[in-house]
Antibody
Framework: QVQLVESGGGVVQPGRSLRLSCAAS????????IHWVRQAPGKGLEWVAQ????????YHADSVKGRFTFSRDNSKNTVYLQMDSLRPEDTALYYC??????????????WGQGTTVTVSS | QSALTQPPSVSGSPGQSVTISCTGT?????????VSWYQQPPGTAPKLMVF???NRPSGVPDRFSGSKSGNTASLTISGLQAEDEADYYC??????????FGTGTKVTVL
């Protein structure tokens, strides 16, 4: 079935790095952009970034500019989120979500279950 | 990009209707019909309920309807049911080619 599975979360000290992965299955991966969305404990959803199917075009929130980088490997059906210079305020559940493309434009139509990142000394 | 503004909570009895507002600016909600709504029950991932202001994906009950006027979008749940109790978030595409979520609204079924 159509599925996204995030991995790579954990506890990390401020200033350190972490790389998250989002593995896709059940659909034509290279036809879809992928979003990253995070949710701090007890808080709302925050859109983080979108990486297009070509891996070149990408857009991100100002809150992660210069610290987070995004990439994808279409041969592995996987998207990556490299997080550097982590701050306590980056503590959150990180979701990846499929862009709905032409069928469901400007949406996130399939979501993973998320991976938890905790930034703490 | 500031979060879109939603009321923190709304409530209603079973069978009643509730409406959640989502206020943005002329750089997001006001400029595009690219507003979507997501339902998030406790402890679960969000689910797409409405896209492009007023369209429902396959499988979403027609009790859920969306609209927009100016910089404010709205989601109405008619015939409220216990299973509708959840957090709801609006989302809009922006003039910076990014996306922004609303602050979220907790819907309580009394």
């Amino acid at each position: 079935q159509v599925q996204l599975v995030e991995s790579g979360g954990g506890v990390v000290q401020p200033g350190r790095s972490l790389r998250l992965s989002c593995a896709a299955s059940g659909f034509t991966f290279n036809k879809h952009a992928i979003h990253w969305v995070r949710q701090a404990p007890g808080k709302g959803l925050e859109w983080v970034a979108q990486i297009w199917s070509d891996g070149i075009n990408q857009y991100h929130a100002d809150s992660v500019k210069g610290r987070f980088t995004f990439s994808r490997d279409n041969s592995k059906n996987t998207v990556y989120l490299q997080m550097d210079s982590l701050r306590p305020e980056d503590t959150a559940l990180y979701y990846c979500a499929r862009d709905g493309q032409q069928a469901l434009p400007y949406t996130m139509d399939i979501w993973g279950q998320g991976t938890t990142v905790t930034v703490s000394s | 990009q500031s979060a879109l503004t939603q009321p923190p909570s709304v409530s209603g009895s079973p069978g009643q209707s509730v409406t959640i507002s989502c206020t943005g600016t002329s750089s997001d909600v006001g400029s595009y019909n690219r507003v979507s709504w997501y339902q998030q029950p406790p402890g679960t991932a969000p689910k797409l309920m409405v896209f492009e202001v007023s369209n429902r994906p396959s499988g979403v009950p027609d009790r859920f309807s969306g609209s927009k006027s100016g910089n404010t979008a709205s989601l109405t749940i008619s015939g409220l049911q216990a299973e509708d109790e959840a957090d709801y978030y609006c989302n809009s595409y922006t003039s910076s080619s990014t996306f922004v979520f609303g602050t979220g609204t907790k819907v309580t079924v009394l």
